[in-house]
């Protein structure tokens, strides 16, 4: 009697722990040093709870956390001061009226940013956050591989400055209806760049969609506008497209 009970508890868990897409670990705490807009900066421990929209901080572990309003926020650094540092923002772009959260990748007089569908996974892209019915997707699917083909666990990028970024890429795995074989349903990566003085990020898209929504960020150089019309450089290749636009437009022009 005893050993069925048990036996009927097991299940009944393992039953809410798959339905509810149960994490085996909870979004932890991450070493962060906070800059707001009034330039007052905070170091100690940040949290993205529900979204990229619900920061939680504390000064340190057993502290009490604070809900912070992300409008006050200019940057985050993450891992601050180490090999693994990365800066993240909450910035206007061309798109929307709403504010969007991004990874600051490259800074110099421009900038690129990259955004993910999701946000909060974008700020843990290296923490392994994997839930019960995740890890038994992937299961059937690495068992099913003569179906699947073995999915990216990164997107590479070279950077203006020739090095290259490895970002990386975590997946939600469901199961398919045919057969029982597992798919996986990767992040969706956007790439979005910036200059000095303007006020608002520009998503990479092709020269055609780019000259109609950012006319702003091509107002300074008429050399690039026409190129980009006449399909001569192409605004997806980032940094060929950004050292082209330093080399034909004076760059104590840019930003004024």
């Known amino acids: 009697m005893i050993k069925n009970f048990l036996l009927i508890f097991i299940l009944f868990n393992y039953s809410i722990c798959v339905s509810q897409d149960y994490e085996l670990r909870v979004t932890p705490y991450v070493n962060s040093k906070i800059v707001f807009k009034d330039s007052t900066v905070q170091s100690g421990l940040l949290k993205l709870a529900n979204s990229a929209f619900s920061p939680h901080f504390k000064q340190e572990e057993g502290g009490k956390p604070q809900k912070l309003n992300y409008e006050l926020i200019y940057k985050i650094y993450s891992n601050p001061n180490t090999e693994n540092e990365r800066v993240f923002q909450y910035v206007n772009h061309n798109y929307s009226k709403f504010k969007i959260f991004v990874e600051l990748i490259y800074d110099d007089v421009f900038q690129i940013y990259i955004n993910s569908n999701d946000s909060a996974q974008l700020f843990y892209s290296e923490f ?77 898209e092709k020269n055609k969609r780019f000259l109609k929504k950012a006319e702003e960020f091509l107002s300074d150089c008429a050399i690039i506008k026409k190129d980009l019309q006449e399909n001569k450089i192409s605004v997806s290749d980032i940094p060929t497209f950004i050292e082209y636009y330093k080399d034909v437009c004076p760059l104590d022009a840019i930003g004024k």
């Open 128 to 204: 392994d956050r994997q839930s019960m019915g995740e890890l038994m997707a992937i299961d059937r699917f690495e068992r099913n591989l003569d179906f699947n083909r073995r999915l990216k666990t990164s997107d590479t990028i070279t950077l203006p400055n020739g090095k290259e970024m490895v970002l990386p890429m975590r997946y939600s795995y469901y199961n398919g209806l045919n057969y029982s074989i597992a798919y996986g349903k990767a992040p969706t990566l956007i790439y979005y760049i910036s200059r000095l003085g303007l006020d608002k990020i520009y998503k990479v």
